[in-house]
Nanobody, 121 residues
Framework: EQLVESGGGWVQPGGSLGLSCVVSGFDISRSVIGWARQARGKGLEWVSGIFADGRTYYKDSVQGRFAVSRDNAKNTVYLQMHNLNTADTAVYYC????????????????WGEGTQVIVSS
C-alpha cells in the first residue's frame, strides 16, 4: 500500500489550494482515508476524511472551508481548501485511519510522506 500526497504550496491568506492523495495497493471505495496535518512544533491533528460509505469528517475549525472527496476510478482522495489562514500552515498527510476528534496515531496504518502548505502574506 502506498499513499502519495501532492498539491501543497504557498498561498496568501484567503486563498485556496487543492491537495490530492493518490492511493495504490488497495481500493479507496472500500476504505477510510483521513487527512491529518502537523504544524511546526505541534502534534498531528485530523482535519478531514472520508469513510467507505461516503460519510465525511471535518475538524470544527475547517468546517465550511475544506471539502473532501474521492474519485474511485482514479483511486484518489482530494482535499479542497478555501479561505485559508495562517493557522492552516502545516504539513498535510493522508492516511489509512478513520479521522475524528482525537489524535492520529502515526504508528498505525499507512501514511504518505506529506505535502507542505504555507499560508502567508
Amino acid at each position: 500500500e502506498q499513499l502519495v500526497e501532492s498539491g501543497g504550496g504557498w498561498v496568501q491568506p484567503g486563498g485556496s489550494l487543492g491537495l490530492s492523495c493518490v492511493v495504490s495497493g488497495f481500493d479507496i471505495s472500500r476504505s477510510v482515508i483521513g487527512w491529518a496535518r502537523q504544524a511546526r512544533g505541534k502534534g498531528l491533528e485530523w482535519v478531514s476524511g472520508i469513510f467507505a460509505d461516503g460519510r465525511t469528517y471535518y475538524k470544527d475549525s475547517v468546517q465550511g472551508r475544506f471539502a473532501v472527496s474521492r474519485d474511485n476510478a482514479k483511486n484518489t482522495v482530494y482535499l479542497q481548501m478555501h479561505n485559508l489562514n495562517t493557522a492552516d500552515t502545516a504539513v498535510y498527510y493522508c492516511a489509512t485511519q478513520p479521522p475524528g476528534d482525537f489524535a492520529p496515531r502515526a504508528d498505525f496504518g499507512f501514511w504518505g510522506e506529506g505535502t507542505q502548505v504555507i499560508v502567508s502574506s
